[in-house]
């Protein structure tokens, strides 16, 4: 059978699909309104980063001081589920080692980069991701190195990008700066670098070079990829925000050169929503989110986070294991977003702030205190010694945090 008779079959064959404009995950991404450029502001060149001076990999290195790296080298492991999950990471370390070399031919496949995208999110989809979406890949958001020193060459076009949302009942039940926070996240880590493991394989099976960055191995600085692929635009917080689920979630990307129909980036009106909110900042226990009006950074205008201040109150954190205190008091982070709450909805931006400005009443009114805190909780509290014991977690932050008023100096609770 001739290439192209071929190709025409399977036309035929995934016509509905792949051909098709349906809704392909669990969320309508398809209905969000579609802008040329990201709704931040570039003023000039953004240089490409390296991931060795991020102040993780400084904590790290000591450049913070020993207790800061004493505490940062256990801070995932020092609860027992954190470090069963810091077991599994070596592991998925040694797959992501193994790649498979691009097939020498290419497969019979059809080249119409609008199916080969459907394919590829539906291929997310099954692997388990929550949202996916394509970019033209920015060249300043590929980082210079790998965290290992090696030069990271930048010559693939598209990033195929994956969103895990961070487990939903759990971040709900917790006040966002305890034991179960950094899990949470490296729950969803695992899954992206899964995924993209899988999904880069594959790509490159099929004959086309595909490189996989996530937590274990990241090529890239997500948060300009997020935004060119319009997963959302960037908050007050620093970082991305999705309509659908707020902050709370996890990304990561497969890096290719395939030729693919991008989504392009999205506006639903949140720099003025930040503008005019600061919630996430008066709730953030270190003083590290911006309360005034964007600066430039690095070529573009954002809000800039205290990156510092951040991480050091997550390492030294005694009464819990990193913070995300800003995603879960974020009104965007809101009951009624679930895929069903969007069955209906017809992408109407009045409806979708609606529903955030109700989330945002609520929130004033309980003192940002959401009522499944406690009631649901169903993790235990236990520290993880370095011989193995376990204990309860006796250790107290030097000034008791106001889950109320994390600014305050005294608790009013
Ligand atoms: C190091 C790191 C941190 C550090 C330092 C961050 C910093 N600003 O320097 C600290 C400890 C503070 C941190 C905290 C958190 N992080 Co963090 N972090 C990273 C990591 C591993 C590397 C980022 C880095 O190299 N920063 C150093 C330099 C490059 O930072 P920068 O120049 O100031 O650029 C920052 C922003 O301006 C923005 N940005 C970068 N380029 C561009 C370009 C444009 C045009 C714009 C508008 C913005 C933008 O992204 C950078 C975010 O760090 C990334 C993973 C990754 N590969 O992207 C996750 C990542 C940024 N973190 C993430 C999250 C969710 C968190 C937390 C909520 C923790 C949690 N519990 O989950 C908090 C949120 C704090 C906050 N308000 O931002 C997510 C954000 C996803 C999203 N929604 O955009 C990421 C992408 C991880 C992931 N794989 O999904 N993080
Ligand atoms: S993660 Fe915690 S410390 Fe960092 S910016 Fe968010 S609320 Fe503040
Ligand atoms: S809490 Fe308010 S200011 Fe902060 S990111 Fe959410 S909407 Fe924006």
């Not at 060149?45 to 450049?63: K, L, N, Q």
């Not at 290992?148 to 195929?160: F, K, M, Q, T, V």
């Not at 487990?167 to 729950?187: C, K, L, M, Y």
């Not at 497969?254 to 900042?281: H, K």
């Amino acid at each position: 059978m001739d290439a192209q008779r071929e190709i025409s079959e399977q036309r035929l064959k995934y016509r509905d699909i792949l051909y098709g404009d349906d809704q392909l995950g669990p969320f309508p991404t398809q209905l969000l309104k579609r802008v040329p450029r990201p709704t931040s502001e570039v003023v000039g060149p953004i240089e490409r980063r390296d991931p060795r001076e991020s102040v993780f990999a400084r904590s790290a290195r000591g450049d913070f001081g020993e207790e800061i790296q004493r505490q940062f080298r256990r801070m995932t492991g020092r609860y027992p589920l954190g470090a069963a999950l810091v077991d599994l990471q070596r592991h998925i370390a040694a797959v992501s080692t193994k790649r498979v070399e691009v097939a020498p031919r290419r497969a019979p496949i059809p080249r119409d980069p609008r199916v080969l995208s459907r394919h590829l999110k539906s291929l997310g989809y099954f692997l388990g991701a929550d949202i996916m979406a394509v970019a033209r890949l920015p060249q300043s958001a590929v980082y210079t190195h790998r965290m290992n020193g090696e030069p990271i060459d930048a010559r693939l076009r598209y990033a195929i990008v994956f969103v895990n949302r961070k487990h939903e009942p759990t971040i709900r039940a917790s006040n966002g700066w305890e034991q179960i926070v950094d899990p949470a996240s490296f729950q969803a880590y695992q899954r992206l670098a899964l995924q993209t493991e899988v999904a880069a394989d594959y790509i490159r099976r099929l004959g086309w070079a595909a490189e996989p960055s996530h937590m274990y191995d990241y090529l890239t600085l997500m948060p300009q990829i997020l935004l060119e692929a319009g997963i959302g635009e960037v908050c007050r917080m620093g970082i991305v925000l999705n309509p659908f689920l707020g902050t709370n979630f996890k990304s990561a990307c497969v890096l290719t050169d395939l030729e693919l129909e991008t989504d392009g980036p999205v506006d639903f009106g949140l720099q003025d929503y930040c503008a005019n909110c600061d919630i996430c900042a008066r709730q953030c226990p270190a003083g590290a989110i911006a309360r005034g009006e964007q600066v430039v950074h690095n070529g573009y205008r954002t809000w800039k986070l205290n990156a510092e201040a951040c991480s050091r109150f997550a390492v030294l954190n005694k009464e819990g294991c990193v913070c995300g205190r800003c995603t879960k008091v974020c009104p965007w982070h809101r009951p009624d977003s679930e895929p069903r709450d969007f069955a209906g909805w017809d992408g109407g931006l009045d409806t979708l702030h609606r529903s955030v400005d109700a989330q945002r009443r609520r929130l004033i009114e309980n003192d940002c205190v959401d009522p499944l805190e406690r009631t649901h909780k169903w993790w235990f509290e236990l520290d993880e010694l370095p011989d193995g014991t376990l204990s309860l977690p006796s250790d107290r932050n030097t000034h008791k945090v106001c889950r109320r008023h994390p600014l305050a100096k005294e608790p009013c609770d």
